[in-house]
């Protein structure tokens, strides 16, 4: 196999994991009323950020107006809540509220058991391995350096 024919494999594998893994959230998160993408705006925000929801756009590689709606569902349940932005005074600073932060720290006691479960069998220099491969990729997609 080609590294071309290896690398494409590589991000197939990515690409179904996503799915896969936002499928998975999906499905714990229904409980509380939540989906992936509620999740992710929730991660960015914990445990204490403060960002706008174009920054929020840029950090999750999505459209603002997609942001937007999530924000908009989060803040009418009272999980984050619009600061204003002193850089900025049409676009507010979100922040997760008490409740948020509680219900994103119990997020992530709930995803603990997903992932030991995940890892239980991998040697941890496989997912050493796998970790930097992975985020030297995203800093090569980051950079515009493929572009």
Not at 136 to 142: A, G, Q, T, Y
């Amino acid at each position: 196999m080609t590294n071309l024919d290896a690398g494409y494999e590589v991000i197939w594998l990515v690409r179904r994991l996503f799915r896969a893994m936002a499928e998975t959230a999906d499905q714990y998160l229904k409980d509380d009323e939540l989906t992936a993408a509620d999740r992710a705006v929730m991660e960015f925000l914990y445990p204490e950020e403060q960002l706008s929801v174009p920054s929020i756009a840029g950090k999750y590689r999505v459209s603002r107006q997609h942001v937007q709606v999530t924000v908009n569902q989060l803040i009418s349940r009272g999980l984050i809540r619009a600061l204003p932005n002193p850089q900025h005074k049409r676009s507010p600073l979100m922040r997760l509220s008490e409740p948020g932060r509680e219900t994103f720290a119990e997020i992530r006691r709930n995803e603990s058991a997903i992932i030991e479960k995940m890892f239980a069998d991998l040697r941890g220099e496989d997912v050493d391995v796998t970790r930097q491969l992975l985020r030297s990729l995203l800093v090569r997609f980051e950079s515009g350096e493929l572009l």
